[in-house]
């Protein structure tokens, strides 16, 4: 498993933005996958998570209702769709691989991690 994300940038408040992470493995939708994002001076956080299958799909409480994460097994690739962006949404997002069709929530849970992509939002 490799994972590269990107989509990320500088936006208005308000703004959208949609990240993607592709794997350039060969076994992504044997995997749940997570997003987490850290914002300068705190700890990494969980995001949002999809199944393997896409299923089920479970949020962090903070972006419950507005972010949405889906997949797409014969691009390799999961995504954050990320619309209505608020200034406390600015960070670096990460996404996972966990070997496990099950969703998790931990960062321990997960055995791969992409690169990180950063997202600004302005006020």
């Known amino acids: 498993v490799q994972l590269q994300a990107s989509g990320g940038g500088l936006v208005q408040a308000g703004g959208s933005l949609k990240l993607s992470c592709t794997d350039s493995?060969?076994?992504?939708?044997?995997?749940?996958m997570g997003w987490f994002r850290q914002a300068p001076g705190k700890e990494r956080e969980f995001v949002a998570a999809?199944?393997?299958?896409?299923?089920?799909?479970y949020y962090a409480e903070s972006v419950r209702g507005r972010f949405t994460i889906s997949r797409d097994n014969d691009k390799n690739t999961v995504y954050l769709q990320m619309p209505s962006l608020k200034p406390e949404d600015t960070a670096v997002y990460y996404c996972?691989?966990?070997?496990?069709?099950?969703?998790?929530?931990?960062?321990?849970?997960?055995?791969?991690w992409g690169q990180g992509t950063l997202v600004t939002v302005s006020s």
């Open positions: 996972a691989a966990r070997s496990s069709p099950a969703i998790y929530v931990k960062e321990a849970g997960y055995d791969y």
């Open positions: 999809i199944t393997w299958s896409g299923g089920s799909t």
């Open positions: 493995g060969r076994s992504f939708s044997t995997h749940s």
